[in-house]
């Protein structure tokens, strides 16, 4: 005799550690040039980050430079 075994259903969401954004908000700003984001959430969260590191060294910007 065969026992039925349950049917689990699946739905197909992302998990959230799955997309690797969490990655780009750990990366020191030194190291963003060289990094290549792959989907539209990871360019966004990249960009995010960018804007962080840039924030921290516009203190050593000069009123006549890049602004």
């Known amino acids: 005799m065969e026992l039925e075994l349950p049917v ?3 739905s197909p969401q992302i998990r959230s550690g799955a997309t690797g954004i969490e990655a780009y ?4 700003c030194e190291e963003l040039a060289g990094v ?9 969260a ?7 590191c840039l924030e921290q060294y516009r203190q050593f910007i000069p009123n006549t430079g890049l602004r």
């Open 8 to 10: 689990v259903k699946l």
């Open 46 to 52: 990249l960009a995010a980050r960018k804007q962080q």
């Open 36 to 44: 290549n984001a792959e989907s539209a959430a990871q360019q966004r």
């Open 25 to 28: 908000t750990d990366l020191a």
